[in-house]
């Protein structure tokens, strides 16, 4: 019941919450399916009270340990459900540095799989890694949409962690192979859906129902409890629209008779990566559309970055709709 309320208990009524998301979402720049905006609360209407705190244990399957939810938000000691199916974390993954280093673990969970409002870093290059912390530390890699909290947040982190916990972190992430972990389905109609916790969440009571899906990709969680505990086996599911697979497959391996330029030159034929350059087979569509986005828009401009500005400079967003379609149903 307390995990229900912690996603709902913002908003009195669910016609009132999906009106704010509506033209809350219409008021963004940046395409609302990728960079996922909780709403704004209702204005002069009161939040409701809290209800007594939840102290009951909590399990998820597969696994002996007992939490409590309290235990399960805390930023710098998160949730490790399943101890043995990682590396030993290093301090900066298992529990940060406070006040201004949150656990790395906590947002990307102990094994790096990562979920649709951050990113997932299992099996990237720790050289990449260290990269792409050195660009946040001196002002390369902003997000295009200040108003979602976690690239914000992932841009303080960028600045305070030091050197060894960056090269802790990377090296830790780089050891771990990526699992499959978002299933693509295409579909006309869709489940309706609102932002929570920045990601999206399936809308229930009497707003529930299906949707056209227009051109855009819906992830969200399979279990939503599950990932509301952090469940790092909790997957996700991606609705994209029929046929994306399919055009995303002829931009990625042909470049679209030159929209773009094959993916697999630089991420390999597999798109499993080379070298440094990082996998982008099997990833968040969300967290990938979001990359296209900001390098297309200049706010990523790293030295990794440069190789991409020609790539995207022509995709239009249903582009991007088709290539993270293609990209996420692929095995990581």
């Known amino acids: 019941m307390n995990l229900r309320w912690l996603r709902y208990g913002v908003a009195v009524a669910a016609g009132t919450f999906l009106v704010l998301a509506l033209v809350f979402a ?3 720049k940046t395409p609302p399916w990728a960079y996922a905006l909780n709403p704004p609360a209702a204005p002069g209407v ?28 805390d930023l710098f000691n998160p949730p490790d459900w399943y101890p043995d199916d990682h590396p030993t974390m290093p301090e900066v993954v298992m529990h940060g540095r ?30 990449y890694i260290v990269q792409q912390m050195a660009d946040y530390r001196n002002g390369l890699r902003k997000t295009s949409e200040s108003k979602m909290g976690p690239p914000t947040t992932m841009l303080a982190i960028g600045k305070a962690a030091n050197d060894a916990e960056v090269k802790a972190a990377a090296e ?4 771990i192979k990526p699992k499959p972990w978002i299933k693509v389905i295409e579909a006309k109609m869709v489940p309706k859906t609102h932002v929570s916790g920045w990601m999206f969440v399936e809308t229930e009571g009497a707003e529930k129902g299906m949707e056209p899906i227009g ?16 469940d790092s086996k909790s997957s996700f599911i991606a609705y994209a629209p029929v046929g994306s697979i399919k055009k995303g497959e002829a931009l990625v391996t042909t470049g679209g008779a030159g929209k773009t330029i094959k993916c697999g030159i630089c991420h390999g034929a597999d798109l499993k990566g080379i070298g440094n350059v990082p996998s982008i087979s099997g990833r968040s569509p969300s967290y990938i559309a979001r990359q ?35 990209l996420a149903s692929r095995n990581p």
Do not use: W
């Open 172 to 175: 830790y992430f780089a050891s």
């Open 46 to 73: 009161p939040t409701p009270a809290a209800p007594p705190a939840d102290t009951s244990q909590k399990h998820v399957p597969g696994s002996n340990v007992a939490l409590t939810l309290p235990q399960t938000r």
């Open 292 to 326: 296209l986005y900001d390098i297309q828009q200049g706010n990523r401009n790293g030295p990794y970055t440069q190789l991409m500005k020609e790539a995207v400079a022509k995709l239009t967003a249903d582009d991007m709709v088709s290539i993270t379609a293609y």
């Open 215 to 230: 051109s855009r990709v819906i992830e969200m969680p399979v279990d939503l409890e599950r990932t509301e505990l952090r």
């Open 98 to 127: 406070r006040p201004d280093v949150r656990a790395c673990g906590y947002c990307h969970l102990p094994n790096g799989q990562g979920r649709p409002e951050n990113a997932s870093l299992a099996g990237l290059p720790a050289g």
């Open 26 to 28: 219409q008021d963004q």
